[in-house]
């Protein structure tokens, strides 16, 4: 069972950016399509973007599409998310998780607040 380590959350004036960091500790990341999905405080946790095992990113959420890019460096057995022009209501926990989620596989994620 591997464990999967977010970072890079924080707080952020709308229109900035940010980089989100995962890496694995005890299990081979390069193996699995990864993806990125968050959880709003008071909503259910969604889908962001996933990445095929290959690097190909597949899909964005509406929401993000045009803002976020979703990315892997196998050297360093890591994937991210890059996320630019950021809104209010991106507000929430961000988490990894290979694609589809694995129960056992979710971290503690972390928080990216976007406000003035």
């Known amino acids: 069972q591997g464990q999967l380590v977010e970072s890079g959350g924080g707080l952020v004036q709308p229109g900035g950016s940010l980089r989100l960091s995962c890496v694995a500790s005890?299990?081979?990341?390069?193996?699995?399509?990864m993806a990125w999905y968050r959880q709003a405080p008071g909503k259910q946790r969604e889908f962001i973007a996933d990445?095929?095992?290959?690097?190909?990113?597949?899909h964005y959420a509406n929401s993000v599409k045009g803002r976020f890019t979703i990315s892997r460096d196998y050297a360093k057995n890591t994937v991210y998310l890059q996320m630019n022009r950021l809104k209010p209501e991106d507000t929430a926990v961000y988490y990894c998780n290979i694609y589809p989620p694995r129960t056992d596989y979710w971290g503690q994620g972390t928080q990216v607040t976007v406000s003035s």
């Open positions: 005890g299990s081979d990341l390069r193996l699995y399509p």
């Open positions: 990445i095929t095992a290959s690097g190909e990113p597949v």
